[in-house]
């Protein structure tokens, strides 16, 4: 899409701001994608993608998706630019507002990987271009979007099956429990009491139509999973790195809570990881971990949420 189209702005924010059947053809696309390689296919590809320009900006250090992005712009015949928080005047006080109103003129989309999620949607707010959630304190939609890519890949369609998050209920964790309602898969979580999602996911998952339960026993949580979900212990920020390891220590996956998942159940874990701490060895780099194959999906996912941030999928 470009400034000036006719079409409804679309910004890609969280899970929950979008619709079940956005999120399936999303995915849809995203396997097809990957089948097909690296020339997308014409009929998913933007009109004038080849002009327009995708400004990735990014408060946290990033390594899957920063490049991810990068090359499924590039993919798709699109053009990047890649900014630090210190390369613009965002970092010397200049609003966030104003940013996006200059940003619009300039770009053709906008990708930020912010500290604050309200960051995140004042740029929304004040773009007249997409802007795409790459991760906030609050969500990580696009790493869910690969991440029942790569599960469908050996499972089938993700409704009806049993998801087990173990560890921090964090920002990843969160939209987990969005992706529930809108794919209607059961979602169980394990956390510590004093880590649980926070009080505003809570209460729209009382509004919501969705099977999730939230618990501090993991081997209750992974129970008859088809899949094991954890992420790492400390993350960007965090200060409290010898607390968070103790409190998350009897939350670690290895072979033994694995072997409470259902027959045939798979590991995955968005990166980076921590050998010995939220998972062993013996599970992320044993035959039930997918992790790799999630993060090339990262790839394939991003391709195909440019695709519909721009037009291309209807």
């Not at 209920?169 to 969005?178: K, P, R």
């Not at 059961?186 to 729209?204: F, N, Y």
């Not at 026993?217 to 409290?240: E, F, N, Q």
């Not at 790195?241 to 968005?270: I, N, T, W």
């Given at each position: 899409?470009?400034?000036?189209?006719?079409m409804?702005?679309?910004?890609?924010?969280?899970?929950?701001?979008?619709s079940?059947?956005?999120?399936?053809?999303?995915i849809?696309?995203?396997?097809?994608?990957?089948r097909?390689?690296?020339?997308?296919p014409?009929?998913?590809?933007?009109?004038?993608?080849e002009?327009?320009?995708?400004?990735m900006?990014f408060?946290?250090?990033?390594?899957?998706?920063?490049?991810?992005?990068?090359?499924a712009?590039?993919?798709?015949?699109?053009?990047?630019?890649?900014?630090n928080?210190?390369?613009?005047?965002l970092?010397?006080?200049?609003?966030?507002?104003?940013?996006?109103?200059?940003?619009?003129?300039?770009?053709?989309?906008?990708m930020?990987?912010?500290?604050a999620?309200?960051?995140l949607?004042?740029?929304?707010?004040?773009?007249?271009?997409?802007?795409?959630?790459?991760?906030?304190?609050?969500s990580h939609?696009?790493?869910?979007?690969?991440?029942?890519?790569?599960f469908?890949e050996?499972?089938?369609?993700?409704?009806?099956?049993?998801?087990?998050?173990?560890?921090?209920?964090?920002n990843?964790a969160?939209?987990?429990?969005?992706a529930?309602a809108?794919?209607?898969f059961?979602l169980?979580?394990?956390?510590?009491g004093?880590?649980?999602?926070?009080?505003?996911?809570i209460?729209?998952?009382?509004?919501a139509?969705?099977?999730?339960?939230?618990?501090?026993?993991?081997?209750?949580?992974?129970?008859?999973?088809?899949?094991?979900?954890t992420?790492?212990?400390?993350?960007m920020?965090?200060?409290?790195?010898?607390?968070?390891k103790?409190?998350?220590?009897?939350?670690?996956?290895?072979?033994?809570?694995?072997?409470?998942?259902?027959?045939?159940?798979?590991?995955?874990?968005?990166?980076?990881?921590?050998?010995?701490?939220?998972?062993?060895?013996e599970?992320?780099?044993?035959?039930?971990?997918?992790?790799?194959?999630?993060?090339?999906?990262?790839?394939?996912?991003?391709?195909?949420?440019?695709?519909?941030?721009?037009?291309?999928?209807?």
């Amino acid at each position: 899409m470009t400034r000036g189209s006719a079409m409804a702005l679309r910004h890609f924010l969280d899970i929950n701001s979008l619709s079940p059947q956005v999120l399936r053809s999303i995915i849809d696309v995203a396997h097809e994608m990957k089948r097909v390689g690296k020339e997308p296919p014409q009929k998913f590809r933007p009109e004038g993608i080849e002009r327009n320009v995708l400004v990735m900006i990014f408060e946290k250090p990033s390594t899957r998706t920063r490049i991810s992005f990068d090359v499924a712009m590039r993919q798709l015949g699109g053009l990047t630019i890649v900014l630090n928080r210190s390369d613009l005047q965002l970092g010397r006080g200049e609003s966030v507002s104003d940013t996006a109103k200059v940003l619009s003129r300039y770009a053709d989309a906008v990708m930020l990987r912010a500290n604050a999620h309200t960051t995140l949607v004042e740029l929304a707010e004040n773009s007249t271009v997409p802007v795409i959630n790459g991760l906030t304190d609050k969500s990580h939609p696009c790493q869910i979007i690969a991440d029942i890519m790569t599960f469908e890949e050996s499972h089938g369609p993700i409704n009806g099956q049993k998801i087990a998050w173990v560890g921090d209920g964090n920002n990843v964790a969160v939209s987990w429990i969005h992706a529930a309602a809108a794919f209607d898969f059961e979602l169980s979580i394990a956390c510590p009491g004093q880590m649980r999602p926070g009080k505003e996911v809570i209460d729209w998952l009382g509004n919501a139509n969705a099977s999730v339960t939230i618990t501090d026993d993991p081997k209750s949580a992974v129970c008859g999973a088809d899949c094991v979900v954890t992420d790492t212990w400390i993350s960007m920020g965090d200060t409290d790195e010898g607390y968070r390891k103790q409190v998350l220590g009897p939350y670690a996956v290895d072979s033994d809570l694995m072997r409470s998942a259902a027959d045939g159940a798979v590991f995955m874990h968005c990166l980076p990881a921590y050998r010995g701490h939220e998972v062993s060895s013996e599970v992320i780099d044993g035959p039930q971990s997918v992790v790799f194959d999630e993060a090339e999906n990262r790839l394939h996912a991003q391709k195909a949420i440019l695709c519909w941030c721009f037009g291309g999928i209807t």
